[in-house]
């Protein structure tokens, strides 16, 4: 358009420029925060729209920020990019968080049945070898009942025959074991053995009928 003598020249819209480079940067800083970086997302999204637009006004002649519009742009991609690295990577450990309690769960629900489950066979008889705890109870009758474990982790057998040994893995460090068994009507004499790498932790004996015999002690000091 044919500009008269005297006409003052149209303003350069660098406007879309500088809200672009403006949006570009705030979104690369919260896009690097959990969960906040979503809004990095949205403004890295709003900083590449405004920054087309500067571009193409730029190279239009309308506008005279066309490096302020490239860095505006470039900046709305980096924040959009990192703000769904940054999200995929909360979501991906989120995931394994909830994988593994989910298996310790489990884990802790099958080891307690299968203690309470076993009953007056008297649980598998085995010598104590390394890195082994071996519970075991001896007597002139039966056990009304026996529980046993390490770390306040027990578990309950009823009604056993004796001798009844349980064999099962032991803790590095320091750890607490424990060991209790009660006669059954018949009394008599029973008798109870805690053994840790073929060491004896704790043993002890008591006589009568429904008498009552514990057996406790620490490993690693």
């Known amino acids: 358009m044919y500009q008269q003598p005297g006409t003052p020249a149209a303003a350069p819209k660098n406007g879309m420029g500088i809200t672009a480079l403006v949006l570009g940067l705030v979104g690369i800083l ?43 742009l470039a900046a709305g991609v980096i924040a959009f990019v990192v703000s769904i690295v940054v999200f995929t990577v909360l979501v991906n450990e989120v995931d394994k968080q909830l994988d593994e ?10 080891s307690s049945q299968s203690g309470t489950n076993q009953g007056g066979s008297g649980g ?3 010598n104590a070898g390394a890195g082994k705890v071996v519970y075991k109870v001896t007597g002139s009758g039966g056990a009304s009942s026996i529980t046993f474990g390490k770390g306040g982790q027990t578990s309950q057998n009823t009604n056993a025959e ?5 064999t099962a893995d032991a803790t590095e460090g320091m750890e ?3 060991l209790s068994a009660q006669n059954g009507q018949n009394g008599g004499d ?17 006589n009568g009928q429904y008498a009552m015999v514990t057996c406790n002690g620490n490993t690693g000091f």
């Open 176 to 178: 607490f074991y424990a």
């Open 162 to 166: 004796l001798p009844w040994s349980k």
């Open 101 to 110: 309690m989910n298996q310790g769960q489990g884990s802790e629900q099958s």
């Open 124 to 126: 598998n008889q085995a």
């Open 30 to 72: 919260l896009a690097w925060i959990p969960i906040i970086g979503f809004f990095g997302f949205i403004l890295g999204a709003l900083a590449i729209i405004f920054g087309i637009i500067a571009v193409v006004r730029s190279h239009k002649g309308t506008a005279t920020n066309m490096v302020m519009s490239y860095i505006g």
């Open 190 to 206: 029973i008798t109870c053995k805690i053994t840790v790498d073929g060491e004896v932790l704790a043993e002890n004996t008591s």
